[in-house]
């Protein structure tokens, strides 16, 4: 149990359980909520490959738009490792609007992003990267974080 290395979860945890929060979170009375619900990290979990995962996904006539977003500075899951999967996909095309480009947020470069086409309905996923952000990048890069999130509604970032 406890949290996984590095992470406190304690402030969350306390104002997830919460009951007023869990009301206007419509959750079931009385949740208890817990860093992963309980599940116990294992190191072999993060040796499975996703790219099987993306494949389905993308080959699934389900429509979807996709962004997959990663902070640069990242040690637990490396932005270099995740583009790599990504540019190997070899049945993925880059969007003619969706190569390599900047994304900027207050003057300031905030990452990158490159958008492919996939599966037979060509629909968008997106890497999005935030510069400066470590792992949890809401945790490290608030604004950006926010920023990602509403683009990827908007539909840029997928």
């Known amino acids: 149990g406890g949290s996984p290395p590095c992470v406190d979860s304690k402030g969350g ?18 949740t208890k909520w817990s860093l ?11 040796l499975i490959p996703m790219e099987p995962k ?16 990663s902070g640069d500075d990242d040690t637990v899951c490396g932005t270099m490792g995740t583009q790599y999967w990504m540019w190997n996909m070899t049945q993925w095309n880059v969007t003619s609007d969706g190569g390599w480009s900047a ?6 470069t905030g990452g990158y992003r490159t958008k492919w086409n996939c599966g037979p309905n060509q629909q968008n996923i997106s890497l999005v990267t ?3 952000a470590g792992h949890q990048v809401p945790w490290f890069k608030q604004e950006r974080a926010l920023y990602v999130f509403e683009n990827f509604l908007k539909g840029t970032f997928s």
Do not use: F
């Open 103 to 108: 994304w900027d947020l207050n003057g300031q």
């Open 54 to 69: 993306y494949e389905y996904l993308c080959n699934g006539n389900y429509n979807l738009k996709m962004a997959i977003y």
């Open 130 to 132: 935030v510069h400066s």
């Open 13 to 30: 945890t306390t104002y997830l359980n919460r009951a007023d929060v869990q009301k206007a979170l419509h959750t079931k009375p009385d």
């Open 36 to 46: 992963c619900g309980g599940v116990i990290y294992n190191y072999a979990d993060s």
